[in-house]
Structures are given as C-alpha cells and as structure tokens.
C-alpha cells in the first residue's frame, strides 16, 4: 500500500481540479446534447461523481476527514437520486412509450 | 505519480465514450469502466472506505439498476432519437466555454502544491467511523430517513396505479 500511495506524491492539487473540471463538463456536454432521459441522468451521475473526486482530493490535500464523509453523504444521495429518478422514468416510459425529452415538454409555455 | 495521468486519461476517455456512444447499453458499460477509475483514484489517495465504497455502491447497485431498467423498457437498439447536429455542436461549444471559465479561474488562484499525504490513515475505515459517528451523527441519521423517503418514493411511482388499468 506504501507504494502505491508513494505514487501521487508530487501531483500538483491543479492537476486534480482541472480533471474533475473536465469531467463535469462532459458531464454538463451529455446533458445538453442527448435526448434519451436515461443517458441524461447518466450524465448527472459523472458530474457527481466529479465533485467527489474533488472533495476527496481536498480532504487528503489538507488531512482533514470531513471531506470524505462528505463524499460518503453524496453517494447516499445519488443512490435515492438515482432510484427516484429512474421510478419516474418508468412512470412516463409506461404513459408515452419512450423515454425521450422532446416529448416531455408539455410543461413550456 | 505517472500513474495519476495514466488513470487521469482512462477516466476522461471513459467518460467522453459515454455520452458519444449511441448504443445506451455501451453507454452503461463504460459509465462502470468510468466509475472504476474513479475506485483507483481513491485507492491512489488512500481513501480505502470510499474507492470499497464507490465499488458496492456506484458499481455494484447504481450501475444495476441504470441496466435493469434499460433492459426493461428495452430501449438497447441503435435507433435512439439523437438531436440535431446544430444543437449537438451548440452544446459542445457551450460545454468547452464552461471549462474554459472553470479553468481560468484556476489559472489566477495559483494552487499548485503538491498533494502530499499529510495524515496517511484519515481513509481508513477506523479513522472515518469516528467521524462519521461523532461530529456528524446528526446527518447520518438525517439522510437515513432520506434514503427511507426515497425507497417509498420509488415503490409508490413505479407501482401500477389501479384506476388507469
């Protein structure tokens, strides 16, 4: 284990915000250009997923724990995000036989 | 340290797979290959408790059920409707003028040490139970009863609502 955590000794704390950067915006790119709602919360998950690579990061940078049980109540979180997310696609994949967007836009003015 | 950009790569090449592919089953599986560079990130940091539990959780139940319902409402054919090309390329530009903001702002801050691994066990699962049991028992209680409105939720919107049948 010593040697496996000897390898990120050196790697700058940028280099890690501008990977969760780049991250969360191909997170932010897969929500704006798909159209199939599963692909969309899909994206979600990998802009989640992002921030608690940050988080993680952080706590370790300045040796304080409260970053990863942060990271801890996010994944709680993205578990009932998820299972919600995906009982309501059901619900309107049972009421209009698809689970695209363009459909779902009864709701603008 | 090479290894960081190694696995670096792996995960921004995962990632940019998952929303280029059109299959949504592809999509899936490389959204697991996505999340398990993430587990190697924490294992890298050593925060043993989150890359386990990124692994049961992300890749073990979250990544299930985006699959079972997938294969549920069988939508695993090429033939998905995909936006327009001009909206495709808007939101790309979009996303890029997003990182680029992010990135800049970065650029100005000047935080460049080194992550050094100051205190190695605060990801040890001892280390964090305390925590995790002391300074913030109130949440943990909290996002219980969440998880509980969730699971409720859930079972009331995917049930078969009697007077429609």
């Known amino acids: 284990m010593e040697t496996i955590t000897q390898s990120i000794q050196g790697v700058p704390l940028n280099h890690y915000i501008l990977l ?3 991250i969360f915006t191909i997170g932010t790119i897969g929500v704006l250009i798909r159209r199939n709602a599963i692909i ?5 998950e990998l802009m989640l997923n992002a921030v608690n690579l940050l ?3 952080f706590s370790v940078y300045r040796g304080d724990a409260s970053g990863q049980v942060f990271v801890f109540f996010i994944m709680a979180l993205a578990a009932a ?3 919600i ?3 309501i696609l059901t619900m309107i994949y049972r009421n209009t036989n698809s689970t695209d967007i363009n459909i779902l836009n009864r709701l603008k003015w | 340290m090479n290894l960081f950009y190694l696995v670096a790569f792996l995960s921004i090449f995962f990632s940019l797979l998952v929303i280029f592919t059109k299959n949504p089953v592809y999509s899936v599986l490389y959204l697991i290959v996505t999340f398990f560079t993430f587990s190697i990130h924490y294992i890298l940091l050593n925060a043993q ?3 386990i539990v990124n692994f049961i959780v992300y890749m073990g139940a979250i990544l299930v059920l985006f699959l ?3 294969m549920l409402l069988n939508l695993n054919k090429e033939s998905e409707p995909m936006k327009s090309n001009l909206l495709k390329v808007a939101g790309v530009i979009a996303g ?3 990182l680029l903001t992010l990135a800049g702002s970065l650029k100005l801050v000047h935080v460049s040490d080194p992550v050094l691994l100051k205190n190695p066990d605060i990801g040890l699962v001892k280390n964090l139970g305390k925590v995790l049991f002391k300074d913030f028992l109130l949440p943990f209680e909290v996002s219980s009863i969440l998880l509980l409105a969730a699971m409720v939720g859930a079972v009331l919107l995917a049930k078969k609502d009697p007077n429609n049948v």
């Open chain 1, 20 to 22: 969760s950067s780049i």
């Open chain 1, 40 to 44: 969309i919360l899909m994206s979600v």
């Open chain 1, 55 to 57: 988080l993680a990061a």
């Open chain 1, 81 to 83: 995000e998820v299972a």
């Open chain 1, 85 to 87: 997310g995906l009982a």
């Open chain 2, 49 to 51: 408790f989150l890359a």
């Open chain 2, 68 to 70: 079972y319902v997938l």
């Open chain 2, 96 to 98: 890029l003028c997003l």
